[in-house]
């Protein structure tokens, strides 16, 4: 069964389900949070979202080949970009539940929505 935010999302550019950053601060429990972005990056001025795991996009689909298939993702990077190709790759890997949240952290911070990590800024 589809998880709710799963559920929810609606077709991006490319085809690829995406959810805003509303969203997934209401709705992630139960998925797997993935930021694609760079290590330096991700304690950066945007900071990430609690409980999302550090996966850069160039280590996604080796990453991903121990991981359930079936389990709920959601995918993050900075604006939206590198998070929308991670989670083409990852449908075509046969990832059942994967979504990207539109706007990346950028719409997440101007959303004024809680983050961890920050080492500069606000």
């Given at each position: 069964?589809?998880?709710?935010?799963?559920?929810e999302?609606?077709?991006?550019?490319?085809?690829?389900?995406?959810?805003?950053?509303?969203?997934?601060?209401?709705?992630?429990?139960?998925?797997?949070?993935?930021?694609?972005?760079?290590?330096?990056?991700?304690?950066?001025?945007?900071?990430?979202?609690?409980?999302?795991?550090?996966?850069?996009?160039?280590?996604?689909?080796?990453?991903?080949?121990?991981?359930d298939?079936?389990?709920?993702?959601v995918?993050?990077?900075r604006?939206?970009?590198?998070?929308?190709?991670?989670?083409?790759?990852?449908?075509?890997?046969?990832?059942?539940?994967?979504v990207?949240?539109?706007?990346?952290?950028l719409?997440?911070?101007?959303?004024?929505?809680p983050?961890?990590?920050?080492?500069?800024g606000?």
């Open positions: 069964m589809a998880h709710t935010l799963i559920a999302a609606v077709p991006g550019p490319g085809g690829i389900l995406e959810v805003t950053p509303q969203q997934v601060n209401a709705g992630a429990k139960g998925m797997r949070l993935i930021d694609v972005r760079e290590v330096n990056e991700f304690s950066a001025e945007l900071g990430h979202i609690a409980g999302a795991e550090l996966v850069p996009l160039g280590t996604i689909e080796h990453a991903a080949k121990d991981w298939k079936k389990q709920p993702l995918m993050v990077c604006s939206g970009g590198r998070s929308g190709k991670a989670t083409q790759a990852l449908r075509a890997m046969g990832f059942e539940e994967v990207n949240m539109r706007g990346g952290m719409a997440y911070n101007q959303a004024e929505l983050v961890e990590g920050r080492n500069s606000r």
